[in-house]
């Protein structure tokens, strides 16, 4: 990525989302992610940002006030992809926006990343704790919302991958199996 994308202050828009079939907001193990519990994580990880950009980046982040209800069910996006779950997510927190001043505070297009938590997902498409598109914007958060998985992730944002993909001791330090797209915890 360039300069652009990783230096500098980024905003951040964290959309908490439940299920009908599971209610009661998304959850770290069997503790539920209050909105104050996401803002606290939020500001460790905008620490940790800072702390090892050597000041050459900051984070501003909002939690969306509410818990958002999916118009699908757990199960439905269990058997789907996460980028139906996002979609869903990224919906409903324009509604959400729009239904509520419309003043692009809580308008996903007007961030620079999103995060989607949620309570746990497992199966098909779902082995992930963490899962993020590299060097652009998306975050999945699937029952782990917490500083190293967040920081992890958003890493991979800014256009990191695996250390495990480098070979220090080669000829090219840098040969290996790129990851393309997506990379995941």
Known sequence: PSPGW???AK???VVQVDFADDPGGPRDGSVVVTRNAAASVMGNVAQFFVDNSQNQTTIQSAVLPAVLR???LKTDYANSTPDALRAD???AAQAYDQANGNTGVYN???YDFDIINFGPITGGA???TGLS???GKGMWINGRFDLRTVAHELGHNYGLQHANRLDPAGTDPTVGTPEIGRAHV
Do not use: C, D
């Open 11 to 13: 905003r951040i828009l």
């Open 6 to 8: 990783t230096l500098g």
């Open 108 to 110: 996903p297009a007007n």
């Open 126 to 128: 779902w082995q992930f």
């Open 133 to 135: 598109v590299i060097g």
């Open 70 to 72: 999916l118009p699908g």
């Open 89 to 91: 997510a990224l919906s």
